[in-house]
C-alpha cells in the first residue's frame, strides 16, 4: 500500500523490506560494543594507538556478501565512520584510516564491490560526530573557526564516499546529537549529495530543525527529525513513521551493535517476528551484525539468520514486495500482509485446531494455500466471516506457516476491520453489547 506517494527511483527500498547493518571498526578488538571508548571514557590517545595497530586478518567481504545473500537480505549499510572517528576508507582529509594504518586497505572499497556483485543495494553510514575533536561538542559559538574546519572536514568525507565508488543508493547518518542542522550545514549538503547521487536515498538523521523539533530527537527515535529526510529510523523499536518510509534499526543481539564477546542472541523465531512486524506495518528491518576483530560474522548470527533465510526461500512473498497493511483483527494469531488481490497470514501462534476463523471480510475468496506446504486448502465465506478448512493438526513450519488467501478483486473490510481494539467509533462496541442486552447478571443461561 503506497500511502507515501514514493517516487519510481526509490521503491525498491519499500520492496526489499530487510537490510543487513555492518557495525565494525577498530572497537571490535575490545570486544565491547561499538561505543566502548566512550562508555568507559578511555584515553583516546591509547585507543588511537590500538586502533591504528589494527589489522584484521580474515576480512574477506566477499564471504560476508554471499552468506548475507543467503541469510535472505537485500540490501546492506556498512560503517565507513563511527563516532570514534577511524574512517574505513582512503580518505584524503585524515591519515586515521584503514589505508593509511596497519590494514593498508579500503575497506569500504572492498565492501562496495563485493555487495554489489551479489546484487545488494548499497548503503553507507556515516557518523557525523567524532569523540576526538572537542568543538562538536562544544558547538560553533566556542570557536568559530575550528568549527568551519570541521564542517569542511565532514562535508568533505561525505562528497569523497558518493565521488569514489560508484552508485551509493542509500546513506545513513548518524551520531547527530547534539547539533542541530543549520550547525552542520545538513540541508546544503544534503543538495551536494544529491547531485553527486541523484537517487540516493537519505535518512533522517540531519540534525534537529530547531524551527520545528522540539528536541534533538525530533521525536522519531535516535537523532531523527520528523521533517527532514526521505526515511525514518527508529532504533531498537518497531514504531511506523506517519511521515514517510521507514526502517527498524535493530541488534541481533540483546543490546550492542559493535562485537561483544559473551553477547546473548536473539533467538531465530524472534529476529523473524521482527521482521514480519515491520512489514505488516508498512516498514523495513536493517539487521546489524558486529563482525569480530579479524573481521568474522560470528556464528551465532550467521546461524539465526541463515535459519531466516531458509524460512524467506519458501515463504517470502510474504515479505518482500510492494505491500504491507492489515485487513482485519489478527493478533490472537499473528500478522497479515497484503499485496494485490492477495493476502499473506503469518501465523505466530499455531493452535492445532483443523479450522481457522477470518472475520470482517467483504470480499470474494478465490483460492487458499497453505504456502508452507504448498497445499490447497478449503475455504468457507459466511456474513462476512472467512472459514478457513483442513488445517493440520502439528505445525507444518519450524517457524512460522503462511497461508496465502486470493481474493477476486482488492480485498476490503468492514468497519470492524478498518477499527480496532481500543479505536474508533465506541458505538460500534455499545450496538455488539447490545447484541446480549443490557443486564449485568447472567442472561445466557436464563
Not at 520492496?15 to 578488538?29: A, K, N, Q
Not at 514517510?244 to 529476529?271: F, H, I, N, P
Request: hydrophobic share 35%; proline share 4%.
Amino acid at each position: 500500500m503506497d500511502r507515501f506517494n514514493i517516487p519510481q527511483k526509490w521503491k525498491w527500498f519499500y520492496e526489499d523490506r530487510y537490510g543487513i547493518f555492518i557495525h565494525w571498526g577498530p572497537y571490535s578488538v575490545y570486544g565491547r560494543g561499538e561505543q566502548i571508548a566512550f562508555r568507559e571514557h578511555l584515553d583516546l590517545l591509547e585507543y588511537e594507538k590500538i586502533a591504528c595497530d589494527w589489522n584484521p586478518k580474515d576480512f574477506d567481504a566477499k564471504k560476508w556478501a554471499k552468506v548475507a545473500k543467503e541469510a535472505g537480505f537485500k540490501y546492506a549499510c556498512f560503517t565507513t565512520k563511527h563516532h570514534d572517528g577511524y574512517c574505513m576508507w582512503d580518505t584524503k582529509l585524515t591519515d586515521y584510516s584503514s589505508a593509511k594504518q596497519a590494514p593498508k586497505r579500503d575497506f569500504v572499497r572492498e565492501y562496495v564491490e563485493a555487495f554489489r556483485s551479489e546484487g545488494f543495494k548499497i548503503g553507507l553510514y556515516y557518523s557525523w560526530m567524532d569523540w576526538r575533536i572537542p568543538v562538536y561538542f562544544e558547538g560553533p559559538k566556542a570557536d568559530k573557526k575550528a568549527w568551519e574546519s570541521y564542517k569542511q572536514y565532514m562535508h568533505g568525507q561525505v562528497e569523497e564516499l558518493l565521488s569514489n565508488y560508484g552508485k551509493i543508493d542509500y546513506f545513513f547518518f548518524d551520531g547527530v546529537w547534539p547539533r542541530n542542522a543549520e550547525e552542520l550545514g545538513s540541508l546544503q549538503l544534503v543538495e551536494k549529495m544529491r547531485q553527486l547521487q541523484p537517487d540516493i536515498m537519505i535518512n533522517d538523521r540531519l540534525g534537529y530543525d530547531k524551527n520545528k523539533d522540539e528536541n534533538t530527537d525530533g521525536g522519531m527515535g535516535a537523532g531523527g527529525a520528523a521533517n527532514l529526510g526521505d526515511f525514518g529510523t527508529p532504533e531498537r523499536t518497531v514504531v511506523a513513521d506517519e511521515f514517510r518510509m521507514w526502517e527498524s534499526c535493530q541488534v541481533s543481539g540483546w543490546r550492542l551493535w559493535g562485537y561483544t564477546k559473551g553477547e546473548r542472541w536473539l533467538a531465530a523465531d524472534k529476529l523473524l517476528d521482527i521482521l514480519c512486524e515491520c512489514t505488516s506495518k508498512g516498514g523495513n528491518l536493517l539487521l546489524n551484525v558486529g563482525p569480530d576483530a579479524d573481521g568474522n560474522f560470528p556464528d551465532e548470527f550467521m546461524e539465526r539468520t541463515l535459519t531466516i533465510g531458509a524460512w524467506l526461500k519458501k515463504h517470502g512473498e510474504a515479505i518482500y514486495g510492494h505491500g504491507s497493511g492489515e485487513l482485519t483483527e489478527f493478533v490472537t494469531h499473528g500478522y497479515q500482509t497484503i499485496k494485490g488481490n492477495n493476502m499473506y497470514l503469518i501465523i505466530r501462534f499455531w493452535d492445532g485446531e483443523p479450522s481457522l476463523r477470518l472475520a470482517d471480510i467483504l470480499t470474494p475468496v478465490k483460492d487458499v494455500t497453505l504456502l508452507t506446504t504448498s497445499e490447497k486448502l478449503k475455504f468457507r465465506q459466511k456474513d462476512e466471516v472467512l472459514y478457513i478448512d483442513g488445517l493440520p493438526k502439528k505445525n507444518p513450519a519450524e517457524l512460522f506457516p503462511v497461508i496465502k488467501i486470493e481474493f477476486e478483486e482488492k480485498p476490503e473490510t468492514n468497519q470492524w476491520g478498518r477499527e480496532r481494539l481500543w479505536e474508533g467509533d465506541p458505538n460500534r462496541v455499545a450496538a455488539w453489547a447490545k447484541q446480549r442486552g443490557t443486564d449485568n447478571n447472567v442472561l445466557a443461561v436464563r
